[in-house]
């Protein structure tokens, strides 16, 4: 995505593997886990060392981003969405690297 | 009008769209009237308020959770609580055995809208500590239930118009309305759709689009969400 810099998908994996080169990464990942887990005292931690660390701008920002995935991801799982064709191949490895291909949501794309 | 009154610096266009996604939340749809879509909404809030229950278990069958005279029939109930908490679960036998207990397909689909825009809209809100969108006044017409025969069960288990894009842009596309929804939600909340794959550089608000995909990527395998 960007021409300059090295990343990896280990925020996206779990939050303890690193930022993955991605500025705050691991803990933008910690935050999306806190909004999962609906754990107030771990929301409320990471929420104020994402405060600390790069302001209320990015706070709000990412816990929308991670919210709009609530709705896309229910929106992929309950119309039995497949993978799209021309993705299959460019994401193998990605999808092997983040561990997603023993999920019950898994539907390969129709050819 | 906006939806939150808090001392956070919620972006105002964020702050409307979901304003006005509560509103056609209470608007006739397609399918089910204004009461019954607004009733979805609340039964999404009750599905995350409650005690979990298993994925297999039917919330309608379970004595005293779910309301003996509720506007929704008992199989739309036990599809928003399942899709709301246990979106991982779902298969093509679960989908099938909702319509087989009288949803029509095109509701199905109208239903899945709104039950997911109610999920973004109050995560977002109840990870901020704020309170939810107030829910409108419904509007009291009914709805035509005129099904679209151009409409196919082709690529995924409902119906889809024949659209081009991504996949999952195409899911809600047999309710076009729902579709719309879908994009002002994903406009304020993530990134404009016509930027989806055209801009993988800017900057979106305060986040890099590196930092946007990491949160939505992570998001999504908490979800078990493999598209």
């Not at chain 2, 929704?72 to 991982?88: E, F």
């Not at chain 2, 009288?102 to 199905?108: L, M, R, V």
């Not at chain 2, 995909?213 to 395998?221: F, G, L, N, W, Y």
């Amino acid at each position: 995505m960007s021409q300059d810099s090295q990343v990896s998908f280990e925020a996206i994996d779990n939050s303890e593997s690193g930022d993955g080169g991605v500025e705050h990464g691991a803990l933008l990942s910690r935050l999306c886990e806190a909004i999962f887990e609906e754990d107030k005292d771990q929301l409320a931690s990471v929420k104020d060392k994402l405060l600390d660390a790069a302001g209320v701008d990015v706070l709000i920002d990412a816990v929308a981003v991670s919210a709009n995935f609530y709705m896309m991801t229910r929106i992929a799982d309950s119309t039995g969405t497949p993978l799209d064709a021309g993705t299959v191949e460019p994401s193998a490895e990605i999808r092997e690297l983040v561990g997603v291909n023993s999920f019950t949501s898994r539907r390969e794309a129709q050819t | 009008m906006a939806a939150y009154s808090t001392e956070l610096p919620i972006r105002p266009d964020l702050d409307e769209a979901h304003a006005e996604v509560a509103s056609r939340w209470s608007t006739t749809g397609t399918w089910w009237s204004g009461v019954e879509r607004l009733a979805i909404v609340e039964e999404v809030r009750n599905a995350r308020d409650a005690v979990e229950i298993a994925p297999w278990e039917s919330p309608s069958e379970i004595e005293g959770l779910v309301s003996g005279d509720h506007v929704l029939p008992d199989a739309a109930v036990d599809a928003i609580w399942r899709i709301t908490n246990h979106p991982g679960t779902l298969t093509a036998e679960w989908h099938a055995s909702i319509l087989g207990r009288g949803i029509h397909p095109e509701a199905y689909v109208e239903m899945v809208g709104v039950v997911a825009q109610a999920n973004a809209v109050d995560r977002f809100a109840d990870a901020l500590d704020l309170d939810r969108v107030e829910l409108p006044i419904p509007s009291t017409s009914e709805p035509d239930q005129t099904g679209d025969a151009s409409l196919q069960v082709t690529s995924h288990w409902v119906p889809t118009a024949q659209i081009k894009g991504p996949n999952v842009l195409k899911a809600l596309s047999a309710v076009p309305f729902e579709n719309e929804t879908l994009s002002i939600l994903s406009s304020a909340q993530y990134v404009r759709l016509g930027d989806l794959l055209s801009d993988l550089v800017s900057k979106q608000n305060s986040l890099s689009r590196l930092q946007v995909e990491v949160i939505a990527a992570r998001t999504s395998k908490l979800n078990e969400c493999f598209y």
